[in-house]
């Protein structure tokens, strides 16, 4: 072949290679570009879950309050942020995509369930609800400009940031407690709330952390409301009861807080009835965004007083109206009439010595952590009532739901801000100082018309003996808490009371006296007798809460000492109890020490305290949560077993008894085991 043929064929070669490879180029980016679609379309499909706006249910879970409400129930988003980047990376503004957030419900603890250190001492979570006004929510004689939302969150642990449609309308620090924002800048459509929650905790936080002696739940804990409020609102409402003797007429005296919520005055009138008694507050001219103080007061003539064992309610209503009489706002609770007193160093109720059981409890299940449903706290309110309690504590103000169900049930609460183990160089701090005393304000004003709240505690296991900054809280906050609510005692818990030099001298000091109340007939006489050991055989012993070194006896059978005797559980150190019969200002509750501020020294009868105090772990895991539940009265109580305690069977002692045995604590001082039993109740 010539040289002019062979260049030919060459080139004819190339130029099909060429075009092959022009075809190939082709059709790989036509496929990439039809591949493009469908791989865009699954990521963000597995990214973020559908989702869409939808209004908020009417109604609330708890009958204490204002109409107008609407439950933020339904379906919220949620988004873990542990690196603590959801801020410089714009979470919170107003974006329709769900790229990174799951599904959840509210009431929600972003940590149920993880048991570990992280969890434990806290992270950030973000919490998103996209909702639409619902309607019919304001009469069509309200105009326009005097419509307002107000959005109330009951419990959220423990800093939170609220953003509505992409800005910043507040902020809060603090569980436990319920507080308020306006909502401003809302619009006729989608409306984007955004919450971001951190739940890591300081040394000058209440609780303080890192971490605490129970499970630190973050989240929004309890729920979420919205609230209509026409031309004014019925911000603050409080109730309270006086009457000087059981068979006396009773003077109901209220006090309501009416917010105009305008940017003009508005002239308003309030009216009321409490047991079908009517109660007229008159009329008033509130200033733009200014407040009105409203009075009244009514007799209640041979009043049914509510107590453990007859828990009568009565039901009062508010109702404000407009200068033409159309009604704007109503109120209504349920109130009960008793009186707590304090008569020479001991708990009076209605004029009579109370006798109180007492149970420590945690709103808290492992599968739920913190986050309670109201069919939950009805189970918890029906094991204290199987275990015959007539008290109840929590290391926090426990929620509403639950304290309904305590009005309804008579069970009494002692009702306790978290300053919890405060270290002494916080005492003293004028900005811990305010934080303390506005939580107690809070726990007040939120709760002061349930008739089961007991007293308000200020405080749990401070140092003893007290320094000087702690006596200067206790001084402040006491009389904060009488100027707020006069009706009530206040207390505290006290841990190691009465301090190391008193028991040094209480050991010393062999033949000390303790006060024995007998009851001779309708008379409370009062005579000394020595405290004596009790022997095993007629006692129950308590185990261990977990986080406390005492124990607590019950006697099975105290000796009657005369027609009408009545004996109270005691708290006890090393075996060693009072006499039978003894009545004293203390009562043990959850293993603490629990004694009214302001009163006198309480006897020594403790005998000597364990030199060092055992590590433990939390409340709220496993064992130690389940011996806390199940050992409160003879060791038995009907409650399910928990698979992680790793339980080993043991014959039953009785009948119809299922009973189960859990090791001691690691460091225990008490012997043996603790024995965990069902009963088949009939």
Not at 30 to 36: D, I
Request: net charge positive.
């Amino acid at each position: 072949m010539s040289a002019r043929g062979q260049a030919g064929m060459s080139a004819r070669a190339q130029a099909e290679r060429s075009a092959r490879g022009r075809i190939l180029w082709r059709a790989l980016i036509l496929a990439s570009v039809l591949a493009m679609p469908m791989v865009a379309t699954g990521v963000a499909h597995a990214q973020g879950p559908a989702y869409s706006a939808s209004p908020p249910t009417k109604g609330a879970w708890y009958s204490d309050g204002q109409t107008g409400r609407y439950l933020l129930g339904g379906t919220w988003l949620y988004r873990a942020d542990t690196t603590n980047v959801g801020i410089a990376d714009g979470w919170y503004r107003n974006v329709a995509s769900t790229d990174g957030w799951s599904t959840t419900t509210v009431p929600n603890a972003y940590n149920a369930g993880d048991f570990s250190q992280t969890s434990m001492n806290g992270y950030v979570g973000w919490y998103r609800r996209d909702f639409t006004i619902p309607a019919g929510a304001f009469a069509s004689y309200v105009p326009k400009a005097s419509r307002h939302w107000i959005i109330r969150f009951e419990s959220v642990n423990y800093r939170a940031t609220v953003w509505l449609n992409g800005r910043q309308i507040g902020s809060h620090a603090g569980a436990y407690v319920p507080w308020e924002l306006d909502l401003t800048g809302l619009r006729s459509g989608v409306n984007r709330l955004v919450v971001r929650v951190d739940n890591e905790r300081t040394g000058a936080d209440l609780p303080p952390g890192p971490g605490g002696q129970w499970w630190n739940y973050g989240g929004i804990l309890r729920e979420v409301y919205l609230r209509a409020v026409q031309t004014a609102d019925l911000s603050q409402v409080q109730i309270q009861t006086f009457h000087r003797c059981p068979k006396c007429d009773a003077d109901i005296v209220e006090q309501v807080q009416v917010r105009n919520v305008t940017g003009s005055k508005q002239k308003v009138a309030l009216t009321g009835d409490y047991g079908g008694k009517s109660l007229r507050f008159g009329s008033a001219t509130i200033a733009a965004h200014g407040t009105w103080t409203a009075h009244a007061s009514v007799l209640i003539r041979h009043p049914s007083l509510w107590a453990p064992g007859h828990p009568k309610l009565y039901t009062a209503r508010l109702a404000l109206s407009d200068s033409k009489g159309r009604r704007l706002q109503g109120y209504f609770t349920y109130s009960g009439i008793r009186t707590v007193s304090v008569v020479g160093g001991r708990l009076e109720l209605n004029g009579r010595f109370l006798n109180l059981r007492g149970v420590d409890l945690h709103e808290q299940t492992l599968q739920t952590g913190a986050a309670m449903t109201p069919a939950q706290d009805a189970q918890l309110i029906s094991w204290v009532q199987q275990l015959g309690a007539t008290v109840i504590r929590a290391h926090y103000p426990v929620g509403p739901e639950m304290e309904e169900m305590a009005d309804r049930d008579g069970i009494l609460i002692w009702s306790e801000v978290p300053v919890y183990q405060v270290q002494s160089q916080y005492l003293g701090q004028p900005g811990w100082l305010a934080q303390a005393h506005a939580m107690l304000e809070d726990n007040i004003e939120s709760n002061e018309n349930h008739p089961s709240i007991l007293l308000w505690s200020i405080g749990n296991e401070l140092p003893s003996p007290a320094t000087a900054a702690e006596a200067r809280y206790i001084a402040g906050a006491t009389a904060l808490a009488k100027k707020l609510d006069p009706t009530r005692p206040v207390g505290m818990a006290v841990s190691n009371w009465p301090g190391p030099e008193r028991l040094r001298a209480a050991r010393r000091d062999r033949g000390q006296r303790v006060l024995r109340l007998v009851r001779r007939g309708r008379r409370w006489r009062r005579r000394p007798r020595r405290a004596q050991p009790v022997p095993r055989h007629r006692s129950r012993v308590l185990p261990d809460q977990g986080d406390h070194d005492h124990r607590v006896r019950l006697r099975r059978r105290p000796r009657r000492a005369g027609r009408g005797a009545r004996h109270v559980p005691v708290p006890v150190r090393l075996g060693r109890v009072p006499p039978r019969g003894v009545r004293d200002q203390t009562v043990a509750v959850g293993g603490d020490v629990l004694r009214l501020a302001g009163l006198r020294g309480v006897p020594d009868v403790f005998g000597r305290r364990s030199a060092a105090r055992s590590a433990v772990q939390p409340e709220g895991a496993g064992r130690l949560q389940r011996q806390l539940q199940a050992g409160v009265v003879g060791g038995v109580a009907d409650l399910p077993l928990d698979p992680a305690d790793s339980p080993v069977s043991v014959p039953p002692r009785g009948a119809g008894a299922d009973c189960r045995q859990l090791p001691a604590p690691a460091g225990g001082r008490r012997p043996g085991a603790t024995r965990l039993c069902r009963v088949a109740r009939p």
